[in-house]
């Protein structure tokens, strides 16, 4: 039985969990991506879940409840944010 791909995402693509909340993906890591809230990503914050290579969403490194297959596409883009100089 062949191996099912898995779903890629998509630099700066906005994706939404089933429990309604968004994230923008930032794919640039070799080992993984992250995932930040709309908010932390204009702000520079810092990421909400991590997902490995096997697909899992973790949060402060623990397993979550989620998988990258629960992130629906939202078809919208984020953009890089601005930088801020002082």
């Known amino acids: 039985m062949a ?9 700066l693509g906005i994706y939404q969990l089933p429990d309604g909340k968004e ?6 890591y070799h080992d993984g991506c992250s995932l930040y809230s709309p908010h932390a990503w204009e702000t520079f914050g810092i990421a ?15 397993p979550s409840v989620w998988k990258m297959q ?9 953009s890089y944010p601005r930088p801020v100089l002082r």
């Open 70 to 78: 629960d992130l629906n596409d939202t078809g919208r883009t984020a």
């Open 23 to 28: 994230f923008v993906v930032s794919t640039i």
């Open 48 to 62: 909400e879940y991590w997902v490995d290579r096997e697909g899992r969403l973790l949060h402060r490194g623990v």
């Open 3 to 11: 191996r099912k791909p898995k779903p890629r995402l998509r630099e």
